[in-house]
């Protein structure tokens, strides 16, 4: 199997480490919170042998990348230009094609929006493109936890430094504890009880031995990369909604035209973090050239580690089809 040499690029005046392997048409591949470069390490390979370039960055503010000091630097504006800029650096004048999970996701849909010329296709693992936000998550979520009583973690997240004290202070435990919330293996409504002053971690467990997706090197790996970069960057993501919101004012009622493709997990809760709202049918009507929204039985939040091989051969799949459609 190919394997990936690390690399430095730079891109919108910042300097971003990735594991690049392979040569052909540029595929980037973007991590979300709270992951790293690594978090593609079954995919990146198979997609290079495929006759790919392949480029999985650690985003700003992770492991190898540069990691900005202010808050804004972590903003909407910044990251899908950063992505951007890897596309100009890597793809010999042509646009890339961007695969992302979590808020990665989120990133690779709203660069197809605001950068189109830049993005062949998007894929998206997790996080469905559901339309232009009019309001941050926040405060749409607001009436189901904050006014209610309920603990939200975007909410814990938005106040500096509270919680990355909390994680750094043992971050072997943050690893198992808060992947293992969101994972496949969860049992129903873990956490989901909190009331709002309590701490991330409070009444999550910590497998040890982890479910065997995410054995201990790999868990130790992430330990270090965190232990390397801190969390200030990662966190700062969230804590950029209301810019974002503004921001991407202009693009209200825009839609995602490229190809595209969504995988998603049926035990993920991004998909019932709306009540009642249906976010598999919303991307559909937002992306007109989705060619598939496929849905993994029993899979968590982290698809593409959980379900690697499955994850893997879907995104060759819909490769292969997007090199078919372009040579017709």
């Known amino acids: 199997m190919i394997q990936p040499a690390f690399r430095t690029i730079a ?4 300097t971003l480490r990735a594991a690049v392997a392979g040569e052909g048409p540029l595929v980037v ?6 992951e790293s470069w690594a978090a593609w390490r079954h995919q990146i390979g198979p997609i290079a042998a495929a006759g790919y370039r392949v480029c999985a960055i650690d985003c700003r503010g992770y492991g190898g990348s ?3 000091d202010a808050v804004e630097a972590y903003d909407l504006e910044s990251m899908t230009a950063d992505i951007a800029g890897v596309v100009d650096a890597l ?3 042509e646009p ?3 695969i992302g999970h979590d808020w990665g ?3 690779v849909w709203h660069t197809a929006l605001l950068h189109p010329d830049r993005v062949r296709a998007v894929a998206a693992l ?3 493109f559901i339309g232009v936000a009019e309001v941050a998550l926040i405060d749409a979520l607001k009436p189901v936890y904050a006014d209610r009583g309920r603990f939200f973690y975007q909410d814990y997240f938005q106040t500096p430094g509270i919680a990355e004290v909390e994680a750094e202070a043992d971050l072997d435990a943050f690893v198992r504890r808060f992947y293992f919330w969101l994972a496949g293996e969860a049992p129903d409504g873990l956490g989901d009880d909190r009331a709002a002053d309590s701490r991330l971690l409070d009444g999550l467990p910590g497998p040890d031995p982890f479910p065997a997706w995410l054995p201990d090197a790999d868990i130790a790996y992430l330990v270090g990369e965190f232990r390397r970069s801190g969390l200030w960057g990662p966190l700062n993501r969230y804590r950029n909604q209301h810019r974002d919101v503004a921001y991407l004012a202009p693009w209200r009622g825009r839609t995602i035209d490229q190809p595209a493709l969504y995988i998603g997990g049926t035990r993920d809760i991004v998909l019932s973090m709306l009540p009642g709202f249906d976010m598999i049918a919303a991307m559909r009507a937002q992306v007109p050239n989705l060619s598939d929204a496929i849905l993994l039985d029993g899979c968590g939040h982290w698809t593409q580690q959980e379900r690697p091989d499955a994850v ?3 995104l060759l799949s819909w490769l292969k089809e997007l090199k078919e459609g372009q040579t017709q």
Request: hydrophobic share 45%; charged share 5%.
């Open 11 to 14: 891109a919108n005046g910042i």
């Open 29 to 34: 591949l973007v991590h979300g919170f709270p």
């Open 66 to 68: 540069d990691k900005p």
């Open 91 to 93: 793809g010999g004048g």
């Open 96 to 98: 890339g094609i961007l």
């Open 105 to 107: 996701a989120y990133l």
């Open 126 to 128: 997790s996080v469905p």
């Open 312 to 314: 893997t051969a879907a």
